[in-house]
């Protein structure tokens, strides 16, 4: 079983919907919790880091849950320029290193 | 301020040839990573370096693969013989840990093409 699973898509969306995507992890001692965006061809930059309260950053949503490890992200009024591939990134103990998950990929049409 | 540096940005070699990338991180972060992107898939941690010291390397396939960071900055991931699965962009990434904040900045990476 991976270590980070994620739903590799496509999810192909209008321009203005609201999409959702999901991402498990196995290891219950991981500590902290982000999603990294992927534009095509280019390196990783993190999007927004994920707390057990939830937190909102503009249009973008993370949540996270402990008990089922299992966390989220949720895009309302989606822009063309959402169109990546949202990685689900794990940090574990110990030497703090980051463990990434295969990427979501979203296109927005319009 | 200036991003993390990488060069080649593409490199093509035969199998069983060498082949050696460069990263130069951001000013002052002591954290340097190297990731191997295989295409379809997200990017998998090869090394850490903490100043010029090996933090974590499990991942590193050592009978082919080697890094240094000798004097805490830039650092230089070589591969020798190259297979053909080693086909994958190279990421480096660095981090200020002199900060809360757990952000890693990545590189442009560096697309090898093993034929």
């Known amino acids: 079983r991976k270590e980070v699973e994620q739903d590799p898509g496509p999810f192909n969306v209008p321009e203005g919907a609201t999409v959702a995507f999901n991402c498990t992890y196995s290891n219950s001692a991981s500590q902290s919790f982000f999603w990294y965006r992927q534009d095509c061809r280019k390196e990783p930059k993190l999007l927004m880091s994920?707390?057990?309260s939830g937190n909102e950053d503009g249009r973008f949503t993370a949540q996270l849950n402990r008990a089922s490890q299992y966390i989220s992200l949720l895009i309302r009024d989606s822009k063309l320029s959402d169109s990546a591939t949202y990685l689900c990134v794990v940090m574990n103990t110990g030497f703090q290193k980051l463990v990434f998950g295969t990427g979501t990929r979203l296109l927005v049409s319009p | 301020e200036a991003g993390v540096a990488q060069s080649p940005r593409y490199k093509i070699i035969e199998k069983r040839q060498s082949v050696a990338f460069w990263c130069n991180p951001i000013?002052?972060?002591?954290?340097l990573y190297w990731y191997q992107q295989i295409l379809g898939q997200g990017p998998k941690l090869l090394i850490q370096?903490?100043?010029?010291?090996?933090?974590?390397d499990s991942q590193l396939p050592k009978d082919r693969f080697s890094a240094e960071r000798l004097k805490g900055v830039d650092s230089t991931l070589k591969i020798q013989p190259a297979k053909l699965e080693d086909s994958a962009v190279y990421l480096c990434?660095?981090?200020?840990?002199?900060?809360?904040?757990?952000?890693?900045?990545f590189g442009p990476g560096t697309r090898l093409t093993v034929t």
């Open positions: 370096f903490q100043n010029n010291g090996v933090v974590d």
């Open positions: 000013s002052g972060h002591a954290t």
């Open positions: 990434a660095s981090r200020n840990t002199g900060t809360d904040t757990y952000e890693q900045y």
């Open positions: 994920v707390y057990s």
